[in-house]
């Protein structure tokens, strides 16, 4: 891996966005990349590993919509 480690701070195109898993109501939080402005993906819950689909809209840099939902 080559990886400038003097960087450690996020991108400013990403947005670290705090939500509430749907299973096990923790508070877990997703890197939004902003230069979107429509993601949807499915990914694991870090503390239950539950899949949640998670819809995300975006306009000027910022998150518009946020939604996540149990995956089906
Ligand atoms: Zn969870």
Known sequence: ???????????????????????????????????????DFVEDCEVCCHPIAVHCEIANGDIMTFEGAKAQ
């Open 1 to 39: 891996m080559d990886q400038d480690e003097s960087d450690i701070s996020l991108s400013a195109t990403e947005i670290e966005k705090f939500f509430t898993c749907p299973y096990c109501w923790q508070e877990i939080s997703f890197l939004i990349d902003t230069t979107q402005t429509e993601i």
